[in-house]
């Protein structure tokens, strides 16, 4: 069944055969639900923009590889969500920012010392680990919001659920991340419910 919202068939046959036309017309019709995808997949709007910005960069260029012309849509959610994991990756394994100089340290500003950070650091990891096992029904309710802060009808909305099915994805999501948590040992002891 295919999805009216993203170009035809017969366009992606165009732009496979090289028709520049087709393929800018290509690129400017899955414009919208790539971005869709990147808002819904990536943890700040800013690694969203880039996401859908790559995304729609490699379907141009790359539009010949599509194997199956109706699989467009799967196509693109995977290079999207390929590219979200890539920039918290990224993110990740980022130096630590550099220390605040002397004179904010004695203005009372409180500065994590190096051990506090790589705590910080690896609980961080381990999250957005156990996010990135989720299943994608639940990981995009989840992002939607947890991380990106949308309200349950906006989140159910876009995603094209009942408010009903979004809660029971998000519980269920919740339950799966604090279960994944919950498996090894909590650096976070005072927001552990079960007291380990």
């Not at 899955?30 to 859908?52: G, M, W």
């Not at 379907?59 to 199956?68: S, T």
């Not at 004179?103 to 609980?123: D, I, K, N, P, Y």
């Amino acid at each position: 069944m295919a999805d009216p919202t993203w170009p035809g068939e017969q366009l992606v046959l165009a732009a496979q055969r090289g028709d520049v036309d087709a393929l800018t017309a290509l690129v400017s019709g899955a414009h919208p639900n790539v971005q869709r995808f990147a808002r819904s997949l990536c943890a700040t709007p800013q690694d969203a923009e880039d996401a859908a910005q790559e995304a729609l960069i490699i379907l141009y260029r790359k539009i010949g590889m599509l194997r199956a012309s109706g699989a467009l849509a799967s196509w693109m959610f995977r290079i999207v969500r390929n590219e979200c994991l890539r920039r918290v990756r990224t993110m990740r394994h980022d130096p630590l920012p550099a220390p605040a100089d002397d004179a904010a340290r004695t203005a009372g500003e409180a500065v994590r010392s190096a051990e506090e950070e790589v705590f910080r650091r690896l609980e961080a990891g381990r999250v957005a680990a156990a996010v990135a096992a989720l299943p994608g029904d639940q990981r995009r309710v989840l992002v939607m919001r947890d991380v990106q802060g949308y309200s349950g009808r906006m989140t159910a909305d876009a995603l094209g659920l009942s408010t009903a099915a979004m809660k029971s994805r998000l519980h269920r999501a919740r339950a799966a991340v604090r279960s994944a948590l919950n498996g090894t040992h909590h650096l976070d002891s005072g927001k552990d419910a079960d007291g380990e």
